[in-house]
């Protein structure tokens, strides 16, 4: 029986990961991250459950201590912002090379300079080619299921890879929603016990991990790391199918909102695609063929079944919460790329909207709709990258 | 040797035994050679102590032959060596002369 609750996605991410009980957590505050692992070390203190964790001095070492505990052959998780994402850099492709199913909510923040404290996207997207698969959630519900499903997706034997689960710093982190929670023993069903692959402390085994590998072999390693992110997103739709049966929650690679027969749509990550979907409705009731896409794994991105989504589309615009300076927003970059296999695509611009916390609103979603409504009707593209809501 | 191809490694570069250097043969990294004159050896096992690899062999307790194979040619061993009556049990010899 699910148990219906108003938290934060904070706390119904610590709650996820109470329910899952993992060996290790290396742990390191950081705004908005900090209140996730400030309750999960409560837990602990409470004896709720008998994590082993580790304080440490920075998210470098956070990271680090998640490695080392991950190839030990411990269940491992951590949670970072921004800066501190930043600062585990390194680390993150030591994870993913290493083949280390680490899980890591992140809670998006902007990052310095100047400094900001607030909900952007572009943490996450600087971590994108780090070789961690990424799931991306529009609300607390959202981040707490893919939460308990990363852990399925990342220690899956034909898989091993580390997960990001990423949602919205304050517009989601630190606001109170209504989250139906699962029974402890349904989650620990449901993500089984923790299955190792190498670990090192099988003593009756011995094995090295980081080895040096030059040219020899380096190429033929990082091909195979593509290798397996590409049967990711198999993983992902099964694991979804799971547990859309044990919650009644059915996940995909990305929500199509009426998309079937759009004219126009949006592609628009996290929190603010919630925002869209409100005026997506009042341009249907205009007569308006209006639809959105949200993404939710971005990496491995799934370039195929995306382009299928929008391919019946006459103009999209993909809308960016963070910036590639005198490039794309990254998601506009994905999708385009997505398109560009298609002997007909549609019309395609791209919106930066709400860096650094900037309140993203309906008003904003209807400019773009009303702009895309007048291409999808011949009007030309004036220009491909904008910033909405940004003063003159 | 036939090199693997993508498909044949493990996961994650891991080196699935131990002790798997020994098959790594470093020796031909070196370009001085120590040579030991075993005449001003005192078998203090310095070298031995010294070695960041294990390329000084020690047999029945005393001091034996080098084993070029794993020496780097580093060098640590010659300036650890305290020789004898001032004249060193190991000297280093520029490879190729």
């Not at chain 2, 070029?68 to 490879?95: N, Q, R, S, T």
């Amino acid at each position: 029986m699910a148990k219906v609750v108003a938290v934060t996605g904070n706390e119904a991410v610590a709650n996820a990961l109470r329910q899952i009980n993992p060996d290790v957590c290396g742990v390191y505050p950081i705004t908005p991250q900090t209140d996730m692992m400030q309750r999960y070390a409560s837990y602990v203190s409470n004896g709720q459950v008998d994590t082993e964790i580790i304080l440490v001095e920075s998210e470098h070492s956070s990271m680090s201590a998640c490695i080392g505990a991950s190839a030990a052959g411990g269940r491992v998780a951590t949670a970072t912002s921004s800066q501190g994402l930043a600062l585990m850099w390194e680390m993150l492709h030591i994870a993913s090379g290493d083949r280390l199913p680490i899980i890591m909510p992140v809670v998006n923040r902007a990052l310095s300079a100047p400094l900001n404290i607030h909900g952007d996207h572009s943490d996450g997207m600087g971590a994108r080619d780090t070789g961690w698969v990424q799931l991306w959630s529009e609300n607390g519900q959202e981040a707490y299921d893919n939460t308990i499903q990363a852990f399925r997706i990342g220690e899956h034997m034909d898989i091993r890879l580390p997960v990001m689960v990423c949602l919205d710093g304050f517009i989601i982190s630190h606001s109170i929603e209504r989250i139906e929670y699962l029974e402890d023993a349904e989650v620990k069903d449901f993500v089984g016990e923790f299955r190792n692959l190498y670990p090192l402390l099988d003593l009756d085994k011995p094995k090295s991990y980081g080895p040096l590998i030059l040219t020899d072999l380096y190429h033929e390693y990082k091909r195979a790391q593509h290798e397996v992110m590409m049967k990711v997103k198999d993983v992902v739709l099964e694991v979804a199918k799971d547990f859309e049966k044990m919650s009644g929650r059915k996940y995909g690679l990305f929500e199509s909102y009426r998309l079937e027969d759009a004219d126009i749509a949006l592609v628009i990550l996290n929190s603010a695609a919630g925002t869209s979907k409100d005026v997506v409705d009042e341009f249907r009731s205009k007569g308006i063929k209006a639809g959105l896409l949200k993404p939710r794994l971005f990496r491995p991105f799934p370039y195929e079944e995306m382009a299928e989504a929008l391919k019946n589309t006459k103009a999209v615009c993909v809308m960016d919460r963070a910036d590639s300076f005198g490039g794309y927003g990254p998601l506009f970059m994905e999708v385009s790329s997505a398109l560009y296999q298609l002997k007909e695509k549609p019309a395609l611009i791209n919106k930066i909207y709400g860096l650094g916390g900037r309140d993203y609103l309906p008003s904003h979603a209807e400019l773009v709709l009303n702009e895309l409504n007048e291409i999808a009707h011949g009007e030309k593209i004036r220009a491909v990258k904008e910033y909405i809501a940004v003063r003159e | 040797m036939k090199q693997k191809g993508w498909k044949e490694l493990v996961e994650g570069s891991v080196i699935l035994e131990g002790g798997s250097a020994v098959k790594f043969k470093t020796g031909s990294w070196r370009a001085f050679r120590p040579v030991w004159k075993e005449e001003n050896c005192i078998h203090c096992l310095f070298c031995w102590v010294y070695c960041p690899d294990m390329a000084v062999k020690v047999k029945d307790g005393k001091r034996a032959e080098f084993d070029y194979d794993y020496c780097k040619g580093c060098g640590i061993c010659e300036l650890e060596c305290p020789g004898k009556k001032g004249k060193k049990a190991i000297v280093m010899v520029e490879e190729g002369k």
